[in-house]
């Protein structure tokens, strides 16, 4: 059964290409009257009497030639469109071959030089009937049953995406294995808050800005000391406020200003 596509795929194609045939064939052959045209008879081809199988037989090819890529979901759609085209292949072939002289109606009345369906049948004496018409309708019979195969068929067919999905597995797993030497040797762990561990906090702390206050590092400056010197101790990064140029730190509060001017 998991071998029936390509077979199912093959036989479908010679089925459109069966309607296809059948619409280039000549199907009727009508004599006319001798006093109303010119030309005793007239020939009704497919493309005349029924010009909607090049578009059924062109659709068919098409949907039988997605079956060999399309997934489950897919499948079942064109199945159901399958039968449909069948379906329309076999009411327009009836329809053509219960009444001749209406099919033909165009090819007749560019000869005779009348239009009308009541003027048509009065310069018609006689209808020949061709095989093709048999041929077309049972290319639609085979066509709708071809479609109901795939319906039954399709659910053992593989799907195209499987042996990639299945090579995908394995890398999961190795990335999922990644993941969790990371989560044992202790660099990535991070509590239920989001907080990272030790060696996280240290470098999530090597990158909190600092603002600094122009008056305390002018303080230090006047005493002799570097302002910046605490910076590097903790690891932050400095930063420059928006007055001026020179890069500040962190101030102190209340009491570093009482300290600074007691050195004073």
Same mark, same amino acid.
Do not use: C
């Given at each position: 059964? &998991?071998r029936? %596509?390509?077979?199912?795929v093959?036989?479908?194609?010679?089925?459109?290409? @069966?309607?296809?045939?059948?619409?280039?064939?000549?199907?009727?052959?009508?004599? @006319?009257? +001798?006093?109303?045209?010119?030309? &005793?008879?007239v020939?009704?081809?497919?493309?005349t009497? /029924?010009?909607? #199988?090049? !578009?059924? $037989?062109?659709?068919?090819?098409?949907?039988?030639?997605?079956l060999?890529?399309?997934?489950?979901?897919?499948?079942?759609v064109? $199945?159901?469109?399958?039968?449909?085209?069948?379906?329309?292949?076999v009411?327009?072939?009836?329809? !053509?071959?219960?009444?001749?002289?209406?099919?033909a109606?165009?090819? /007749?009345?560019?000869? =005779?030089?009348?239009s009308?369906?009541?003027?048509?049948?009065?310069? /018609?004496?006689?209808?020949? /009937?061709?095989?093709?018409?048999?041929?077309?309708?049972?290319?639609?019979?085979?066509? $709708?049953?071809?479609?109901?195969?795939?319906?039954?068929?399709?659910?053992?067919?593989?799907?195209?995406?499987? &042996? #990639?999905?299945? $090579? =995908?597995t394995?890398?999961?797993a190795?990335?999922?294995?990644?993941?969790?030497? +990371?989560?044992?040797?202790?660099?990535?762990?991070?509590?239920?808050?989001?907080?990272?561990?030790?060696?996280?906090?240290?470098?999530?702390?090597?990158?909190? *800005?600092?603002?600094?206050?122009a008056v305390?590092?002018?303080?230090?400056?006047?005493?002799?000391?570097? *302002?910046?010197?605490?910076?590097?101790?903790?690891?932050?990064?400095?930063?420059?406020?928006?007055?001026?140029?020179?890069?500040? %730190?962190?101030?102190?509060g209340?009491?570093?200003?009482?300290? +600074?001017?007691?050195?004073?």
């Amino acid at each position: 059964m &998991k071998r029936s %596509r390509p077979l199912v795929v093959v036989v479908g194609l010679a089925v459109a290409g @069966l309607v296809m045939l059948a619409w280039t064939q000549t199907w009727f052959t009508v004599h @006319l009257d +001798h006093s109303a045209a010119v030309v &005793k008879t007239v020939a009704a081809d497919g493309a005349t009497v /029924v010009p909607q #199988y090049t !578009a059924v $037989a062109i659709a068919s090819l098409a949907l039988f030639l997605a079956l060999t890529i399309a997934g489950r979901v897919v499948r079942v759609v064109l $199945a159901v469109v399958q039968v449909l085209l069948g379906v329309a292949v076999v009411v327009t072939g009836i329809s !053509a071959l219960s009444d001749p002289v209406a099919a033909a109606r165009s090819a /007749v009345g560019s000869v =005779a030089g009348v239009s009308d369906i009541g003027a048509v049948r009065q310069v /018609v004496t006689r209808v020949d /009937v061709s095989i093709w018409p048999v041929v077309g309708i049972t290319g639609g019979v085979l066509a $709708a049953l071809l479609g109901v195969a795939v319906l039954v068929l399709q659910r053992s067919w593989p799907g195209p995406s499987r &042996k #990639y999905g299945d $090579a =995908a597995t394995p890398g999961s797993a190795s990335a999922a294995d990644v993941s969790g030497s +990371h989560a044992s040797d202790g660099t990535g762990t991070s509590d239920g808050a989001g907080t990272s561990d030790g060696t996280g906090a240290s470098r999530t702390g090597s990158r909190a *800005p600092v603002v600094r206050d122009a008056v305390v590092d002018w303080d230090d400056l006047s005493a002799g000391l570097d *302002p910046t010197a605490g910076d590097t101790a903790d690891g932050r990064v400095r930063t420059t406020d928006a007055v001026g140029s020179s890069e500040r %730190r962190p101030t102190g509060g209340a009491s570093d200003n009482e300290e +600074h001017r007691e050195q004073h």
